[in-house]
């Protein structure tokens, strides 16, 4: 019988006592040129028994299973000199998605990771220099936020990003679909799900960023570190052989409430990766005995959010990849696409209140799919067979804001039709609550 993950409930009592000490703090109003803030999130996922006929090594649990994650994020930040501003971000994550985060492509809950070990651990998440040029005499308004200190920033300018952080505070940007601690929680809602981005497995590289930005447009360049095995805690600095690129440019047009912004992404990553194809000759389908050096993925990604008035919007997301190499860093989907809405609840007088109603169909390439059916296992599905089908999902969630902009609990459901892309098994319903706390 496989062993149910669990958190270690002494280890996290223990936490604790660091969580309300940044609580504490972050009522502490953060003054320029500093900022400081904290965010506690906390998701309790349950799901019934589902039909499995047969199960693998990265299957979803047959059985009734119930997990819960935590994480708390310090974030501080300070202005250096003319244009400069640095950023440090502590982290602590706990806890387990269901299945150990497995058996689902797009797995239902963006604060889970693939850890074996439940344990609540302290971490460096963020550590980097922001450089702003100006480009024009005109400045707006910027003001204090995560990751952000009160400022002025050009209307048009050159910017520069080093040190360690995660790729989406920078791309794939979303006003409906991006945050999975305050609005969709699944990992293919959260960003392009085809993008494999370069990260370790808790969602953070290091590298460099370049953007340009002004009013209606913007456009933004990175190298950045990817795992030294698929999914992997440490990263690979050997950026001679080694790395990922992203590119993405983004346009708002339209009236005023009525505006449309389209973001188009196209990535590129070479590494130490398996093949599909030649994993599939082997009698043992072990894609880690094929890597090689100078393999390489790309993909494209087409995001676009309309505005629809002050209160609600549409977004639409859809993205490719190659898929004849192994996924290395995010997920394994190929193919994606994704339409949803979202509307705060000004017209029933809860105006912090948010509601969002969204469908994905996550897809595999032919090489991929092929892998699977052989037997094969990557690193988040596998159930050692497949009949292959697009794994379906439609989640619907309801933010409920508790007290004075600080609290939030969210009722959110998710349904699953073909988890891991295998009409053999499922479908999953997956109930959640998410407590959120942010100063």
């Known amino acids: 019988m496989r062993k149910l993950y669990s958190i270690n409930f002494e280890k996290l009592r223990k936490s604790v006592f660091f969580l309300t000490f940044l ?12 900022t400081f803030h904290f965010q506690q999130t906390v998701v309790s996922q349950t799901k019934p028994q589902i039909n499995a006929p047969y199960s693998g090594t990265n299957s979803l649990i047959p059985e009734k299973e ?4 935590i994480t708390a994020t310090l974030f501080t930040g300070a202005k250096l000199w003319k244009g400069a ?10 806890g387990s998605g269901l299945s150990g985060a497995k058996g689902i492509g797009g797995f239902t809950n963006g604060e889970a990771f693939r850890i074996g070990d439940a344990a609540p651990k302290i971490y460096l998440a963020r550590l980097y220099l922001k450089q702003t040029i100006a480009l024009s005499k005109k400045y707006v308004d910027v003001e ?7 400022t002025k920033d050009p209307t048009k300018y050159l910017r520069f990003i080093v040190g360690k952080f995660c790729l989406s505070d920078f791309f794939d940007l979303n006003s ?91 990535y590129f990553t070479k590494t130490y990766m398996g093949s599909y194809t030649e994993a599939i000759k082997r009698s043992d389908k072990d894609i880690t005995q094929t890597r090689l050096d100078g393999r390489t993925k790309k993909g494209l990604g087409l995001n676009i959010e309309q505005k629809l008035n002050e209160n609600s919007g549409l977004f639409f997301r859809t993205s490719w990849n190659d898929g004849k190499n192994e996924t290395w860093a995010f997920t394994e989907i190929d193919r994606s696409i ?7 609840g000004t017209k029933w007088k809860r105006p912090n209140d948010t509601f969002g109603v969204a469908v994905v169909a996550n897809g595999l390439s032919t090489e991929h799919r092929n ?18 089908g697009l794994e379906k999902i439609f989640e619907t969630y309801y933010a409920i804001h508790l007290h004075d902009r600080h609290f939030w609990i969210t009722p959110n459901y998710q349904f699953v039709v073909n988890p891991a892309y295998n009409k053999d098994r499922g479908p999953v319903h997956v109930f959640s609550i998410r407590a959120h706390a942010e100063f």
């Not at 204090?144 to 009160?150: A, C, I, P, S, W």
């Not at 590298?207 to 360049?221: K, L, M, T």
């Not at 030294?228 to 993405?248: C, I, Q, R």
């Not at 994704?338 to 705060?344: D, K, T, V």
């Open 23 to 34: 609580l504490l703090l972050g009522e502490l109003k953060a003054q320029s040129p500093f």
């Open 66 to 69: 119930t997990q819960a994650s």
């Open 85 to 94: 501003e640095g950023y440090f971000n502590a982290e602590l994550s706990g």
């Open 144 to 150: 204090d936020g995560l990751n952000q200190v009160e």
């Open 176 to 266: 409906y679909s991006h945050d999975p601690r305050s609005q969709f929680m699944n990992w293919s809602l959260m960003s392009h799900g085809a993008w494999d981005y370069a990260a370790n497995v808790r969602g953070y590289t290091s590298g460099y960023v370049v953007e340009y930005g002004s009013p209606d447009f913007g456009a933004r360049f990175s190298t950045t570190a990817v795992p030294t095995t698929a999914n992997g805690p440490d990263l690979n600095y050997n950026f001679a052989k080694n790395y990922s690129h992203s590119a993405e440019i983004n346009k708002s047009f339209g009236k005023f409430n009525k505006e449309t912004t389209i973001r188009l992404l196209g």
């Open 338 to 344: 994704s339409l949803g809405y979202s509307n705060a």
């Open 371 to 388: 892998y699977l059916a052989s037997g094969g296992y990557g690193f988040i599905v596998g159930d050692g067979k497949l009949s292959y």
